[in-house]
């Protein structure tokens, strides 16, 4: 299992969400072809999921369909629930982002979140099956939701950070507990998803962008 946890870096998790990869050029050619193998399996078991469903996929299926043996996936996931668990290290990294651009103070606060809610929106967003997929396994699997909650909790404390300083400048209601708007945020993209997982049209950019005005109608200070 030591294998698992060697390449399990920021750069490599950040690797694991974009298409081109670039961010693999950087590293040392046996690091790079272990990454590009992750990923593989990473996107050949989201595709599998959204498929045919995430409980009737199996690690057999996913190590076929990325070509590779199936010791190969035990050396990068402790498990098939551990794939979704890098889906969610994506998405906190793109709350940890928002907090990076909140602390250069270059962009104002509705600025930071309104791009926070279309970035986590980018994985799920790719397919309607695959946000059902992804959705039904965190329902399935306790270890799944145990990976997604801790996530979410420390996404939530992250969020919070960013709502404390819209408030110091004067974009976000003082009066709101900045732990419950961060709440408030993630109820309003999980429901946004749910609900265009059901449908599928229009595109989830704009389910997701009338959600966003909704939000900060509801957080911002009124002028």
């Not at 690797?15 to 670039?22: D, M, T």
């Not at 990068?76 to 928002?98: C, N, P, T």
């Not at 939530?156 to 732990?179: F, H, T, Y």
Request: with cysteine; proline share 2%; net charge positive.
């Amino acid at each position: 299992m030591a294998n698992s946890h060697k390449y399990h870096s920021a750069a490599l998790i950040e690797a694991l969400a974009s298409e081109n990869l670039p961010h693999l050029q950087s590293m040392g050619r046996r690091q790079r072809r272990a990454a590009e193998t992750r990923v593989r399996l990473f996107r050949c078991a989201l595709q599998l999921f959204a498929e045919r469903g995430f409980p009737n996929v199996t690690v057999e299926d996913i190590t076929e369909a990325a070509d590779v043996g199936k010791g190969t996936f035990f050396n990068y996931f402790e498990s098939k629930d551990h794939v979704l668990g890098v889906m969610a290290e994506i998405q906190l990294g793109k709350v940890r982002e928002a907090v990076t651009l909140t602390e250069s103070g270059k962009q104002t606060i509705h600025s930071v979140l309104h791009r926070l809610f279309l970035r986590v929106a980018e994985e799920p967003g790719r397919s309607p099956d695959l946000a059902r997929a992804l959705i039904s396994s965190f329902l399935a699997s306790k270890r799944v939701r145990h990976l997604i909650d801790r996530n979410l909790s420390e996404g939530r404390k992250m969020v919070a950070q960013v709502v404390a300083a819209g408030q110091k400048r004067r974009e976000i209601d003082s009066r709101l507990e900045k732990k419950k708007v961060a709440l408030q945020l993630q109820q309003a993209f999980m429901g946004t998803l749910l609900l265009w997982s059901l449908e599928g049209q229009p595109a989830l950019e704009a389910w997701i962008e009338e959600s966003f005005q909704h939000f900060w109608r509801a957080i911002a200070i009124s002028s």
